[in-house]
């Protein structure tokens, strides 16, 4: 039972004492409905812990009943190009995560489809603190790199002082024996990794955060810095910050 229910079943108890203006009664009235507006209009205090970016970070569950109704994040939902360096708390680079590829089901698919379900795109996470790849399965981020390389990970200025910019890598070798050319295994890991980014995006528009899908950045540089080889592409970037 929340707080609206509580407040209506005590003020239908206390009714009586209502018209007799008990003063005790009407100031803990009043409390319970200035908590219930201020659950209703969505002010009241989230939790905010700041995140601690050592060698591996273990993720929030999400809280499936947070943000906005999707309609409202759909009519919001705007490419931004002017972020600040304020960080993501722990709950929203968890969620964030989670909504571009986080395990929404008992079979472990994900928040996002995957062309015949071979989920061949990784995320890393190029933050100020190193770059850490995603694990969908363990909902965790292990680091790959030390340092601050967001200026590999973005070709504009806005990126390099944002918290956040996912650089979405394919591993072809997924698509080893599935009788499909390498041109199309490209195009369909895009196709993937746009999903992940656009739940990103409505994501930020449903929690008051900042997001842009890009195509531009280094990358012969970032698939250099993790190591990665010819069977790797980078395919799609995102900056999301406040
Ligand atoms: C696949 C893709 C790549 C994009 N690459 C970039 C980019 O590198 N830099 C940029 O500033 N915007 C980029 N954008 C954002 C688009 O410019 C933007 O979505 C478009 O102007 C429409 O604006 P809106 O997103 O606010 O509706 C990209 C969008 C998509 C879907």
Redo the contacts with the bound molecule.
Sequence with gaps: MDLRHIFIKFAISNSASLTNQNPTTMKTLLILLISTLMISCGTATKPSTPVTYGESIELLQPDLDGGLPINRALSLR??S?DFSDAPLSLEELSEVLWAAAGVNRPDGHLTAPSAIGLYPVSLYAFTPEGVYLYSSADHTLTRVAEGDHRELSA??DFAFVAPLNIVYIADLGKYNNKGIPREKAEYLCGQDA?GYAENVNLYAAGHSLKA?????LRSAEVLELLGLGEEHVVV?AQTVGK
């Design positions: 705007a490419s190009r070709a504009q746009a842009i899908t890009r195509g531009s799609l």
